[in-house]
């Protein structure tokens, strides 16, 4: 049985993205900072779905956090810490705290898991389009998705042959923090005319982990609004 596991499993394309790998009929473990909401999760995913407590935000309890994960052959990496931060008012705890789990927290997951890698296995880590196209409040969500591709071309390197991509989803129209913004201004200014749907994110998530010929490769999943 293939072993799926997602961290940050317990909300938005997480959760999507672990439904998919359920409703296929892997084992899956999703993982959320607190256990309870994450059994609760996994129970409504159903399957062979299971739950860990995991916080990237403290990367040094990451190893044991996910000390009776035994095989993986999919790694999905889409965990946040969500903080609005701009220069003028610059919060450095809460600057800290998010490079933690973004890099930090998501290069000690892929450590800790690799030496469990069956042979086929790959990860995709989660970055987005800030960092191509910043926004007021977006410094640290700037940062951070740009130093992914950096994080993905060293983890490439260094777990070889296993394969490491990013994928960066655009704004996501029917996502729990866009659904109810149906008018977003990306609309306009995307040329197939509408925003991306989740269930485009979870193909393409698929498509970097199933094909075995792409690897340190940066995957935008925007509608093309990068050229507008």
């Known amino acids: 049985m293939t072993s799926s596991v997602v961290v940050g499993g317990t909300g938005g394309l997480g959760r999507e993205v672990a439904q998919r790998f359920a409703d296929r009929g892997d084992a899956v473990i999703i ?4 256990r309870a909401r994450a059994d609760a999760i996994a129970a409504e995913i159903g399957g062979d779905t299971q739950a860990l407590a ?3 935000r403290s990367p040094k309890t990451i190893a044991d956090a996910f000390g009776d994960v035994t095989a993986v052959d999919n790694l999905v990496i889409t965990a946040i810490q969500q903080h609005a931060i701009n220069i003028a ?3 450095i705890q809460a600057a ?3 490079v933690t789990v973004k890099l930090v927290g998501y290069i000690e997951t892929v450590r800790v898991l690799s030496d469990r890698f ?3 296995a790959s990860a995709v880590l989660f970055g987005g389009l800030a960092n191509v ?3 007021p409040g977006s410094t640290m969500v700037t940062t951070f998705n740009s130093g992914l591709g950096g994080v993905m071309r060293t983890l490439a390197r260094e777990i070889a042959p296993y394969r490491v991509n990013v994928v960066h989803p655009g704004v996501v129209g029917d996502s729990p923090k866009w659904r109810d913004m149906p008018n977003h201004p990306h609309v306009p200014r995307t040329p197939i005319g ?3 749907t989740m269930a485009e994110i979870v193909d393409a998530t698929e498509f970097l982990l199933r094909n075995s010929g792409v690897n340190a490769h940066e995957l935008f999943v925007d509608g093309g609004v990068r050229i507008s």
């Open 118 to 120: 069956r042979p086929q």
């Open 89 to 91: 008012d610059f919060d």
């Open 194 to 196: 509408r925003l991306v």
């Open 31 to 34: 993982t959320g900072r607190d």
């Open 54 to 56: 995991v916080d990237l």
């Open 133 to 135: 196209l910043p926004y």
């Open 96 to 98: 800290i705290e998010v």
